[in-house]
């Protein structure tokens, strides 16, 4: 019997749902300052990548490659940002930011920095996008 997978609630409450890749739940961080996806690796109980299977993790290194080429493609950032923190919310969750030299808080990191809430229509077409991309752009496992 397959166990049910839950979003802690602090990620849950701070992002809007996009969709699944075979490992990870995408969600776009509430804060339209910054292009900013979160991916949570499907595991319950996982808090590190160290955690995760090797399978899963080279998965996951899939999934984070594409998600980045993703918003390049969007964006055209100056850098991508990647990272795992966790000290916030201990559930695995990986951060993938589009930053521009001339945003809100470059060259530093977006943590409790600015914050911008996306407007309904705007968080709705940009989720809508990100879908249609990964529905003509299938990601590649190899």
């Not at 964006?75 to 969750?93: E, M, R, Y």
Request: no cysteine.
């Amino acid at each position: 019997m397959e166990q049910s997978f839950n979003i802690d609630q602090q990620l849950a409450k701070d992002t809007f749902y996009i969709t699944e890749l075979e490992l990870s739940i995408i969600l776009l961080m509430n804060n339209a300052l910054f292009p900013w996806i979160i991916l949570i690796p499907k595991r319950n109980y996982v808090t590190e990548l160290i955690d995760l299977s090797t399978t899963d993790q080279q998965l996951l290194m899939h999934e984070i490659i594409y998600t980045s080429k993703l918003l390049k493609h969007f964006f055209s950032p100056d850098k991508i940002n990647v990272a795992t923190l966790g000290n916030v919310v201990a559930q695995l969750h990986i951060h993938i930011i589009a930053r521009f030299k001339n945003d809100a808080a470059w060259p530093k990191p977006v943590w409790n920095t600015y914050n911008e809430p996306y407007t309904t229509l705007t968080s709705t077409r940009l989720t809508e996008k990100i879908k249609q991309y990964i529905n003509l752009h299938k990601i590649e496992y190899i």
